[in-house]
């Protein structure tokens, strides 16, 4: 492991230049609070709100904070308080295709996806990004709650948030050096609970101040994301079955399910030993889901796929500590990229709950390594054994 420096104040221009800020104003506070710092820390702040849905209506309503009608005035309301330009510009097309056709076809495929880390990649520090750095821009600014390290080298990395409550480097973890040179993130060296931040907003006369946080996936209007994948792929019945292969159940498509998942399995009688059974696997070949105990989710490695790295790509076997969801924790890894393609992860401890199309990320300390999708994972003899048990 190796120490980095602590992270430098946020707010100060970078190299103490006065940039051309592009601020993503989704219509939240903390989009809104991070727009106020880099206005009031001398930067040429320009506000913008990412139209990503052809029919906002169709999005979630209800001050949820993302895409619908609602946040875009909500987010130029912020914009006219804190005195700064506002434009909409509409990306629905480029979402539509690269983070919800893509969610679809994960589920479809019986992976896992995370559709927000998605969006961060493909929209707002690819598609976003390019647009403004063709415009003249010099930075993104954005809400996140995670921390960029300028090196002496001139160099930057990528560290989690001062406050690890409200971290979130994991789903920035596709991020590469070239846009953390153009990434500002003012919260995420700020030792603030997030009262204190929506206290700021209203000090600042900000009034999305008391607007509910979002939780969901935006783009699935009533939360109902089995509702939601049914629409689109069309119901098909299948089997759950026990790790003999013996039926238990029905259900009404494998890409309702994700592994570990416990809840909402419908079978008809439990187990023998009477322990609640938990989702092992999904074959979307034969539409197949197989439950079993608990135990049987032990994993102890995993390969990875379509590595992305936030700065240089490690040489050689590492230690590392790993994050494998946006809430999670972390645990401790040995990881080694091989042939440049496929990254290999051994896990100090078995880990439950794993499924491909998740995404990994590594970490050194509090800097954010890069990241990768898992493709496929080994369990631990015990979880094996508990399968043919």
């Avoid at 707010?11 to 903390?30: F, I, K, Q, Y």
């Avoid at 040179?181 to 204190?196: I, Q, S, V």
């Avoid at 607007?211 to 939360?223: E, M, Q, T, Y």
């Avoid at 490690?314 to 393609?341: C, F, I, K, M, N």
Wanted: contains cysteine; aromatic residues 6%; glycine residues 10%.
């Amino acid at each position: 492991m190796t120490d980095f420096p602590g992270a430098p104040d946020p707010t100060v221009p970078r190299e103490r230049e006065r940039l051309r800020v592009l601020a993503a104003m989704s219509g939240g506070v903390d989009s809104a609070v991070a727009a106020a710092r880099a206005a009031e820390a001398g930067h040429d702040v320009t506000g913008v709100h990412l139209a990503l849905s052809a029919n906002p209506q169709s999005f979630r309503t209800g001050a949820r904070g993302c895409c619908t009608i609602e946040d875009s005035r909500d987010a130029r309301r912020a914009a006219d308080v804190i005195g700064i330009p506002f434009y909409v510009w509409d990306l629905a097309e480029r979402f539509r295709e690269d983070v919800v056709e893509d969610f679809i076809a994960e589920y479809e495929a019986g992976r896992t996806p995370n559709p927000c880390l998605r969006c961060n990649e493909k929209i707002k520090f690819a598609a976003l990004l390019d647009k403004a750095l063709a415009l003249g821009f010099d930075a993104v600014c954005t809400g996140h709650y995670a921390t960029v390290v300028l090196k002496d080298d001139g160099s930057r990395e990528l560290h989690r948030a001062s406050d690890m409550a409200k971290d979130q480097s994991y789903v920035l973890g596709v991020l590469d050096e070239k846009q953390l040179a153009h990434a500002m993130f003012p919260l995420g060296d700020t030792l603030t609970t997030k009262e204190e931040i929506r206290a700021e907003a209203e000090r600042r006369g900000l009034a999305v101040a008391k607007k509910p946080d979002s939780h969901d996936i935006c783009f699935i209007a009533d939360g109902d994301t089995q509702g939601f994948l049914a629409s689109r792929l069309g119901k098909a019945e299948g089997d759950i079955v026990d790790e003999s292969g013996t039926k238990l159940g029905t259900h009404e498509g494998a890409f309702g399910y994700t592994i570990g998942q416990r809840k909402g399995l419908r079978i008809g009688h439990p187990a023998a030993d009477g322990k609640p059974r938990y989702v092992l696997d999904i074959s979307p070949v034969d539409n197949t889901v197989t439950v079993g105990p608990v135990e049987a989710l032990d994993v102890t490695a995993l390969t990875a796929i379509k590595p992305r790295w936030c700065g240089v790509a490690p040489a050689g076997p590492g230690s590392y500590t790993a994050q494998l969801r946006a809430h999670g924790g972390e645990t401790p890894v040995t990881a080694e990229l091989v042939d440049g393609t496929e990254l290999r992860v051994t896990f100090a401890e078995p880990v439950r709950g794993v499924a491909p199309g998740q995404a990994i990320v590594l970490y050194d300390g509090t800097r954010v390594v890069g990241s990768a999708t898992i493709a496929a994972t080994e369990r631990s003899a015990a979880a094996r054994a508990a399968r043919s048990a």
